[in-house]
């Protein structure tokens, strides 16, 4: 049995797009592939696939057996239900958002990615950060929710940097990175980001937070943009 650190949840395409300021437009104009690290159980590479986007999803669970995985998948999605009965504002992507809805978008995101894993396992690759199996520049665009900031214990500062640099070095030039959160589970916000964003910048990768609406309510959120300086 595979025992994660993590919660393995399954956000759907419309909540990435919200999270990362993207639309399903956006999406398809792009010209290559989307790389989601951590893809968890999420709907993303089962739906985009119906846009005629390509996206390879990595994450370490994906060594787990499905039956295993969506079992997890599950429990992270009776994790969010108690979070939101406790504290819905904290965790809904919109305000205007019901609890009930949210929570049905996570199962059919589920049941895609359970479905697509098993009728397309080459878009799953078991992988951990910071090492990926992927050339240099095999991606358009690298998205990275839910892990690097959420989980400090398991990404301390050397190895976050390890990561974002990963994550820059498998993505294309002219092409861009975004990660989000940049706070832990406790919404503190990243106390060495000033410090990683200049190690980003020695290694001529370039940083930038921006802010993008959240769909729905008008409020904002911070996204870590990287690119390869120079370009
Ligand atoms: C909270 S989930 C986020 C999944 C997805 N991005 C989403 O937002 O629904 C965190 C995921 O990170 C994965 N994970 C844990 N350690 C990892 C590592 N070193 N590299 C990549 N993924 C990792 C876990 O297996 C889990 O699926």
């Known amino acids: 049995m595979h025992t994660p650190s ?16 993207l ?21 993303l590479t089962a739906e985009a696939r119906e846009l005629g986007v390509t996206v390879i999803a990595t994450d370490p669970a ?23 009965a406790a504290a819905p504002d904290r965790y809904l992507p919109s305000r ?27 878009r799953y690759v078991a992988a951990a950060l910071p090492r990926l199996p ?39 030039p002219g092409g861009e990175v975004r990660v989000y959160p940049l706070h832990d589970g406790a919404s503190r916000p990243c106390p060495h980001l000033p410090r990683l964003r200049s190690g980003l910048g020695e290694r001529q990768v370039s940083s930038e937070l921006v802010r993008f609406a959240r769909p729905g309510d008008g409020r904002t959120r911070r996204v870590l943009v990287l690119r ?3 370009r």
């Open 134 to 172: 992927f050339a240099d520049g095999s991606f358009a665009l690298t998205l990275s929710a839910y892990l690097l900031f959420a989980y400090p214990e398991l990404f301390p500062p050397e190895r976050q940097l390890a990561g974002l640099l990963e994550l820059v070095r498998v993505t294309a």
């Open 23 to 43: 639309t399903r437009a956006a999406l398809a104009a792009l010209p290559g592939p989307v790389l989601d690290c951590p893809g968890g159980a999420a709907g």
């Open 62 to 84: 994906y060594a787990a057996p499905l039956p295993e995985l969506t079992a997890l998948a599950r429990a992270g999605r009776d994790s969010m239900a108690t979070h939101l």
């Open 96 to 122: 205007h958002l019901r609890p009930e809805r949210y929570l049905r978008s996570w199962d059919r995101a589920r049941r895609l990615f359970a479905a697509d894993s098993a009728a397309r396992p080459e």
């Open 228 to 230: 390869r300086a120079g």
């Open 6 to 21: 993590t919660l393995i949840t399954s956000r759907p395409l419309d909540e990435y797009c919200g999270l990362f300021g």
